[in-house]
């Protein structure tokens, strides 16, 4: 009794964690003592290797085809009282090892905890409640329109969960600067990187810890104290920082009347006609604004507004004379209703 008592006491501490190990351990010991049993009680037909797992599997799960079955009564009561139950409790610790297995990692995704090795994504930094929600919505509206996709990660320090499950990947770090977080979001490899926080000194920090990582990544970031964008500029010029506007457009308005409204419909992918960019691809010809004005809107409805030179997207050509020359390399900005992701280019010349 006592050595009973002590064999039980083993099995239970070696089978309570119900590894994968363990579970295998288990179907095999229940494979090999079903097919003796079966073997000794003379169902000869149901030992072949091949249809003995399948008829195991089948039985074993309850599922019961009905196909092969035991034809002897020693042969009944084994099935009956050992194979289906025993069979039924390893299938039911699997199906429920797997239900935990697959509710662990979407757990650990909803809460930013998994390591990321996402290339080429947009990447946005910090949370500011309704208007990251807003940033992340109308990017996943813009994604949808390009014809290439990006994968979008939004990668916070605020205890929070992926708002967005399903439609952006999501992590959750301690630091933005520190770089066994910052792996995590694969800040090194992201194409875009967006750094929106309430603090602008967490901002500032940020884009100097992201220039430094992925120097060569489009970095934008927002800032509510526009004081700050001029040092910024003097340590990472190509930063884009885009401080707010709000004051300017209500001066605007008051003037010329309407303008927010112009602007809220040029800036917004719901409200019509929108501002895009393309780069005029290597295999184009040198063009002159005013073909490219002319074969804009007569090939596609768009406008011409201006262009950046090649490698200076900081420096916009707006309203250009029609004689200026376009190259390729350059970046073109347009209105239309919406992103034109095939331009015939010689049709511009």
């Given amino acids: 009794m006592l050595t009973w008592q002590k064999l039980k006491k083993k099995l239970l501490h070696y089978f309570s964690d119900t ?87 979407w757990h ?114 927002y800032f509510n104290d526009e004081s700050l964008v001029g040092l910024l500029k003097d340590h990472c010029p190509n930063v884009e920082c885009t401080p707010s506007v709000a004051v300017e457009l209500l001066v605007k308005s008051a003037f010329d009347p309407g303008s927010s409204l112009l602007h809220h419909d040029l800036l917004s992918v719901d409200a019509g006609q929108e501002q895009y960019s393309v780069l005029v691809p290597d295999t184009a010809s040198t063009m002159s604004v005013e073909h490219l004005f002319l074969g804009l809107k007569r090939h596609h409805n768009a406008i011409f507004v201006g262009f950046a030179t090649d490698h200076d997207d900081h420096n916009i050509h707006v309203n250009p004379d029609f004689n200026e020359q376009v190259n390729p390399g350059d970046r073109i900005f347009y209105i239309a209703a919406r992103r034109i992701n095939e331009f015939n280019w010689s049709s511009f010349q």
């Fill in 19 to 105: 590894h994968w190990y363990t579970i295998v351990v288990l179907l095999f010991l229940y494979g090999i003592s079903s097919w003796g049993l079966l073997l000794a009680t003379g169902e000869t037909a149901l030992t072949h290797p091949i249809d003995f797992v399948y008829w195991l599997i089948v039985t074993g799960s309850t599922v019961g085809y009905g196909d092969y079955s035991p034809s002897t009564f020693a042969g009944k009561l084994v099935v009956a009282l050992y194979i289906i139950p025993v069979g039924l409790s390893i299938f039911a610790l699997i199906v429920g090892r797997i239900a935990t297995w697959i509710s662990f990692k």
């Fill in 108 to 221: 650990k995704n909803n809460k930013g905890l998994n390591n990321h090795m996402t290339e080429q994504h947009i990447l946005i930094m910090g949370w500011n409640g309704e208007r990251t929600m807003q940033l992340l919505n109308l990017l996943i509206k813009e994604n949808d329109q390009n014809s290439v996709k990006s994968e979008i990660m939004l990668c916070v320090r605020k205890d929070i969960t992926n708002p967005l499950p399903g439609q952006i990947e999501f992590v959750k770090v301690s630091s933005f600067n520190r770089d066994e977080d910052m792996d995590r979001a694969n800040v090194a490899e992201a194409k875009t990187i967006l750094i929106d926080n309430p603090d602008d000194d967490i901002t500032m920090t940020s884009a100097l810890y992201c220039a430094k990582r992925n120097p060569d990544a489009h970095i934008v970031a």
